[in-house]
């Protein structure tokens, strides 16, 4: 059983792999043609033609995908022929996608033969909803404070501009009505009145 280990932190180029396990946790370039049992690693593997049996990595760009099972974060390729099934994490990109299920957060494939299509969504965990529900709240009591306190404030400042501006004008009629020996007498009004 021969087995390919690409560390982490590496760049392996061949021209044609064959392995029966291939672990990737670095980058992988192939040319032409990569044919193994299983390969898996959380690296990137790009090639002209991955031909085996289970793919469990994190990015793979190939022309030509043939599998039974492929898992990847994300899938970049021009045509995939995996029989089980294909979970695309993050993201997969094909012109041609045949496959039993296909399980993708998001695609963009132009022709798809599948018998069941699964799209993630993002899970959140409780903590992080609670946090996301108290950030939404502090920024809508921020926000509206904003939008109302000045309108409060220039409320306040034009009714005390107002106020000072009738207090003037009052005080200005009661000196001429001094000076003119009348009185000015100034009585409350109803709001309905006025």
């Not at 994300?74 to 294909?86: E, P, Q």
């Not at 399980?103 to 909803?129: G, H, M, V, Y």
């Amino acid at each position: 059983m021969k087995k390919v280990f690409i560390p982490q932190g590496t760049v392996e180029k061949y021209e044609n792999l064959y392995a029966d396990e291939l672990v990737v946790k670095g980058l992988l370039i192939v040319t032409g043609i990569i044919r193994a049992k299983k390969i898996y690693g959380n690296g990137t593997i790009k090639a002209a033609r991955v031909i085996a049996n289970i793919i469990v990595t994190d990015t793979l760009e190939a022309e030509y995908i043939c599998a039974k099972r492929l898992i990847a974060s994300k899938v970049f390729c021009l045509t995939a022929n995996v029989s089980v099934g294909i979970i695309a994490k993050d993201y997969i990109q094909a012109q041609k996608v045949k496959t039993t299920q296909l399980t993708a957060a998001l695609s963009q494939i132009d022709s798809t033969e599948a018998n069941e299509i699964i799209r993630l969504t993002p899970k959140k965990s409780f903590a992080r909803t609670l946090f996301c529900s108290w950030i939404q709240v502090r920024f809508a009591v921020w926000r509206h404070n904003r939008i109302v306190n000045p309108v409060a404030e220039t409320d306040a400042a034009m009714k005390g501009s107002a106020d000072a501006a009738f207090d003037k004008l009052v005080d200005e009629y009661k000196k001429k009505y001094r000076k003119g020996g009348y009185r000015l007498v100034l009585e409350a009004v109803e709001a309905d009145a006025v």
